[in-house]
T-cell receptor, first 116, second 117 residues
Framework: AQSVTQPDIHITVSEGASLELRCNYS??????LFWYVQSPGQGLQLLLK??????LVQGIKGFEAEFKRSQSSFNLRKPSVHWSDAAEYFC??????????????FGGGTRVLVKP | DSGVTQTPKHLITATGQRVTLRCSPR?????VYWYQQSLDQGLQFLIQ???????AKGNILERFSAQQFPDLHSELNLSSLELGDSALYFC????????????????FGEGSRLTVL
C-alpha cells in the first residue's frame, strides 16, 4: 500500500531563512509526487509536481523539490522564506497510470511558522 | 480559484442529524474525489467517482454515502452524525483523461467545515 511520511509536524523558521520540508514515500511503482500548501481557512493549492524527467522541479512561490528515488524522498525547499509562507504543507503520492484513478495519498502535513 | 465549488462553506448541526455536502467540479473534469480532514486523522480519502460511477472507496463510514450526477456534480451525504464527524470535507476534481495534459494533480475546493454539537 502506498504511504507518505512527513517527519516534521511543526517547523519554525525566521523570515529570510531557508526552509526544507521532508517527505518520504512508499510506493510499489513509479509514482507521481506532489506538494500542496494549505493556508488558514483555505483549500489545498498545488505548489509543484514531479512525474518524469528532471528530478529537480520548480514550483510556484519560489519553491522547488528534488525527487531522490534511491531514498524514496521528495523534499521541498525554499531559499528565503517570506511571512506569507506560513501555512501547512502536504506531500502526496499518486499512481503514474490513469487506470489507477489518480487517487492521492497524503502525508500528515508540516505546519510552518515564520518568525519576523 | 481552483474552479471547484463546494457548498456550504460552514455547517453546524447536532448529533444524530443528516447533512448533504455539494461539490461542482471544474468544467470538463470527469472525476470527483472526497477527502476528510480532521485534526487526529489528517487528510483521508473517502471516495472517488468517475463520470457517474463509483471508482474507488477509501476510509468511508457506512453512515456516509456519495453520488455523482449526470451533470458531474457530486454530493456527500453524512447521516447519524457523531461528534467525531466534525471535520473539513474537501472535494477535488481531475480530468482523468489519457492525454499528456493530465499529470495526475487534483484540484481542490475550499472545503465544507462541518461542526457536530
Amino acid at each position: 500500500a502506498q504511504s507518505v511520511t512527513q517527519p516534521d509536524i511543526h517547523i519554525t523558521v525566521s523570515e529570510g531563512a531557508s526552509l526544507e520540508l521532508r517527505c518520504n514515500y512508499s510506493y510499489g511503482a513509479t509514482p507521481y509526487l506532489f506538494w500542496y500548501v494549505q493556508s488558514p481557512g483555505q483549500g489545498l493549492q498545488l505548489l509543484l509536481k514531479y512525474f518524469s524527467g528532471d528530478t529537480l522541479v520548480q514550483g510556484i512561490k519560489g519553491f522547488e523539490a528534488e525527487f531522490k528515488r534511491s531514498q524514496s524522498s521528495f523534499n521541498l525547499r525554499k531559499p528565503s522564506v517570506h511571512w506569507s509562507d506560513a501555512a501547512e504543507y502536504f506531500c502526496a503520492v499518486g499512481p503514474s497510470f490513469k487506470a489507477a484513478g489518480n487517487k492521492l495519498t497524503f502525508g500528515g502535513g508540516t505546519r510552518v511558522l515564520v518568525k519576523p | 480559484d481552483s474552479g471547484v465549488t463546494q457548498t456550504p462553506k460552514h455547517l453546524i448541526t447536532a448529533t444524530g442529524q443528516r447533512v448533504t455536502l455539494r461539490c461542482s467540479p471544474r468544467s470538463g473534469d470527469l472525476s470527483v474525489y472526497w477527502y476528510q480532514q480532521s485534526l487526529d486523522q489528517g487528510l483521508q480519502f473517502l471516495i472517488q467517482y468517475y463520470n457517474g460511477e463509483e471508482r474507488a472507496k477509501g476510509n468511508i463510514l457506512e453512515r456516509f454515502s456519495a453520488q455523482q450526477f449526470p451533470d458531474l456534480h457530486s454530493e456527500l451525504n453524512l447521516s447519524s452524525l457523531e461528534l467525531g464527524d466534525s471535520a473539513l470535507y474537501f472535494c477535488a476534481s481531475t480530468p482523468l483523461r489519457i492525454d499528456p495534459s493530465d499529470t495526475g494533480e487534483l484540484f481542490f475546493g475550499e472545503g465544507s467545515r462541518l461542526t457536530v454539537l
